[in-house]
T-cell receptor, first 111, second 113 residues
Framework: EPEVTQTPSHQVTQMGQEVILRCVPI?????FYWYRQILGQKVEFLVS????????KSEIFDDQFSVERPDGSNFTLKIRSTKLEDSAMYFC?????????FGPGTRLTVL | SQQGEEDPQALSIQEGENATMNCSYK?????LQWYRQNSGRGLVHLIL?????REKHSGRLRVTLDTSKKSSSLLITASRAADTASYFC?????????????FGKGNQVVVIP
């Protein structure tokens, strides 16, 4: 069964460094998402992407964040200058109909 | 404000028993989805129920939706140790943009073998 994949599974970085989180959505899906989950908290929406552009973003998704679909398969989330509070699980999701299918997540630890 | 607020319960049951968890939300929705998350892992999609549906089944799962009360319930019948996980509801709503899902806090379910 096709699934969303994410790499790396765990990323440790120093505060102020740039990180890129990678996702490969399910191949025939058209809508792509990033969510995050701070430890012990709710899963929060960050951004949605459709037709090669951002379709919606939350208040969390500030100028430090960007997304890109550099080729036909990858979907990336970049954090330009990481802060301690960016430490979280980051989930990529994709859909073609209403169900959103999530990847296994990348655990980002900012030191 | 956040949609999808589960009753914040931790449920501990014996294998073979049924597990029921609830979710309430605040605004009108297009659909409601339930997800399972094993400790520290990704979110597994379980079932979607549309706003014009009242009940839906998938294997051992039964979901109900009461839009007048803005609530949903997830029933897992004949639970197994492998059902031990956190369960989240998430709502899709035009209020928040049809794209985003708004998640609740999750219900932790422990099935004792």
């Amino acid at each position: 069964e096709p699934e969303v994949t994410q790499t790396p599974s765990h990323q440790v970085t120093q505060m102020g460094q740039e990180v890129i989180l990678r996702c490969v959505p399910i191949s025939n899906h058209l809508y792509f998402y990033w969510y995050r989950q701070i430890l012990g908290q709710k899963v929060e929406f960050l951004v949605s992407f459709y037709n090669n552009e951002i379709s919606e973003k939350s208040e969390i998704f500030d100028d430090q964040f960007s997304v890109e679909r550099p080729d036909g398969s990858n979907f990336t989330l970049k954090i330009r200058s990481t802060k301690l509070e960016d430490s979280a699980m980051y989930f990529c999701a994709s859909r073609v109909q209403r169900e959103q299918f999530f990847g296994p997540g990348t655990r980002l630890t900012v030191l | 404000s956040q949609q999808g607020e589960e009753d914040p319960q931790a449920l501990s049951i014996q294998e073979g028993e049924n597990a029921t968890m609830n979710c309430s939300y605040k605004t009108s929705i297009n659909n409601l989805q339930w997800y399972r998350q094993n400790s520290g892992r990704g979110l597994v999609h379980l079932i979607l129920i549309r706003s014009n549906e009242r009940e839906k089944h998938s294997g051992r799962l039964r979901v109900t939706l009461d839009t007048s009360k803005k609530s949903s319930s997830l029933l897992i019948t004949a639970s197994r140790a492998a059902d031990t996980a956190s369960y989240f509801c998430a709502t899709g709503s035009a209020v928040y943009g049809n794209n985003r899902l708004a998640f609740g806090k999750g219900n932790q379910v422990v099935v004792i073998p």
